[in-house]
């Protein structure tokens, strides 16, 4: 009873998140677009134009990349599952993959119905602003994949281990923030990936949490 108590509760406070959060986001992402997504692409360029600094910057936002996690995270799950069989450590795997996983998969659809220039496309050709239905790689910048799963990771972390809370943000904003220094996104780019992954990985924590797939001790 009073399990069922604590995730009514719990669920009531996502779905409140998510419905106060949706709307602040869209308009920080209207706002961003006319007024300072360019103007902050710009000074990154001209300020973080040398090549040795870039390409450490490039190397840090290497950190967003899917695929070691989905493998590891994989690999975790087969392991504690079949094998050793300890399912808190199956079920962590199974968390952090499908974290990854789901927010990716949304990210995609995301990027193929805006198709939104990056901010390369600007530099070199002066267009900025959507070509819809696009899943070409210079027209996917919205929203961010690589911000979308270091951040989707290091809350799927937090929630297995929350007293590293402090070193799991400062990568994940580590992260985030190069993708916008190296011009490969606008800043509502990485803040929009972000988001998803941060509803992704909370609505995923509540259907586990529903069917009693715990990932603490």
């Not at 290497?62 to 300890?86: D, H, N």
């Not at 808190?88 to 119905?113: A, D, E, P, Y």
């Amino acid at each position: 009873m009073n399990n069922n108590i604590q995730y009514k509760t719990s669920m009531n406070r996502t779905t409140k998140i998510i419905l106060i959060s949706f709307p602040i986001v869209v308009l920080f992402c209207v706002v961003g677009y006319f007024f300072f997504d360019l103007p902050i692409a710009e000074y990154c360029n001209s300020v973080f134009s040398n090549i040795k600094i870039r390409r450490v910057l490039k190397d840090i936002s290497k950190l967003g990349i899917a695929t070691f996690y989905l493998i590891f995270s994989a690999v975790i799950f087969l392991f504690f599952r079949f094998i050793r069989k300890r399912a808190l450590w199956s079920n962590r795997g199974l968390f952090v993959f499908l974290s990854i996983s789901l927010s990716g998969v949304l990210i995609l659809i995301i990027k193929f119905i805006f198709g939104r220039y990056r901010p390369k496309m600007f530099f070199k050709e002066q267009l900025y602003g959507f070509e819809f239905f696009q899943l070409k790689g210079k027209i996917t910048s919205l929203p961010s994949g690589h911000a979308t799963t270091i951040v989707a990771l290091m809350l799927s972390l937090y929630f297995i281990s929350p007293k590293y809370r402090v070193i799991y943000f400062i990568i994940a904003f580590v992260v985030v923030i190069s993708r916008v220094l190296v011009c490969h996104h606008y800043v509502t780019d990485v803040v929009v990936g972000s988001y998803v992954a941060v509803i992704a990985t909370l609505c995923l924590k509540q259907f586990l949490d529903k069917r009693g797939i715990a990932i603490q001790e």
